[in-house]
């Protein structure tokens, strides 16, 4: 079974910084990647995702994410964060060709902007 | 209307009680499950369907019990809750290729 593991439980930046979370998985086989985010009082939202073809995807608010495969990572980036980007962001990753359901979760990063 | 409709929003009982949280979609995907989230714990997937006939435990199943009662409906139940069971409860639809999730704005549950 894969395992996700986001390394930050809680950042905290100034607006106009620079952002990247950490997110490693672990699965030896094909893995479709995503990143949500939960906005306060708010259920997820698909934020990015990654199937196949170019590793740096390109998400909604101007974030971005590369997928490095000899690194089993899947980071989250954006070059200058908001305010209004202060949310609870989860990385997921979804195996492929496991016969059965297997989107897990990580443990989230909180992201706190502060004006 | 929201695509996927969680009732209720806010609930408290007390230990023992048998609770049903009801899930109910619009968006016509085949697949539905259900998942809690607790603080530094992320998500954690308790049940899953893939279809009306198809029920498949997950991560955390033990203590939960889930009803596909029809495509747009998925129920899960916890028949004698318990206070570790409190949490907030996401249920979400999803295709086939698993592309994305669509998730309801959660139930707010608290077992005293």
């Known amino acids: 079974a894969q395992s996700v593991s986001q390394h930050n439980h809680h950042v905290i930046l100034s607006e106009a910084a620079s952002l990247e979370l950490g997110c490693n998985y672990s699965?030896?086989?094909?893995?479709?990647l995503f990143w949500y985010v939960q906005y306060p009082g708010q259920h997820l939202q698909l934020l990015l995702k990654?199937?196949?073809?170019?590793?740096l995807v390109k998400g909604i608010k101007g974030f971005e994410a590369e997928f490095i495969k000899s690194k089993f990572s899947f980071n989250l980036r954006k070059p200058s964060v908001q305010w209004s980007d202060t949310a609870e962001y989860f990385c997921?990753?979804?195996?492929?060709?496991?016969?059965?359901?297997?989107?897990?979760f990580g443990k989230g990063t909180k992201l706190s902007v502060i004006p | 209307d929201a695509d996927v409709t969680q009732t209720p929003r806010n609930r408290i009982t007390k230990t023992g009680k048998r609770i049903m949280l009801e899930c109910s979609q619009t968006?016509?995907?085949?697949?539905m499950y259900w998942y809690r989230q607790d603080p530094g714990l992320g998500l954690r997937l308790i049940y899953y369907?893939?279809?009306?006939?198809?029920?498949n435990k997950g991560e955390i199943s033990d203590g939960y019990s889930v009803s596909r009662q029809a495509q747009a409906k998925f129920s899960l139940s916890l028949e004698s809750a318990i206070p570790n069971q409190t949490a907030l409860y996401f249920c979400?639809?999803?295709?086939?290729?698993?592309?994305?999730?669509?998730f309801g704005s959660g139930t707010q549950l608290s077992v005293l």
């Open positions: 968006k016509g995907h085949d697949r």
């Open positions: 369907s893939f279809d009306v006939k198809d029920i």
């Open positions: 699965y030896g086989g094909t893995v479709n």
């Open positions: 979400a639809t999803g295709t086939a290729m698993n592309e994305k999730l669509f």
């Open positions: 990654y199937f196949s073809g170019d590793p």
């Open positions: 997921a990753v979804n195996a492929q060709g496991a016969g059965s359901y297997q989107l897990t």
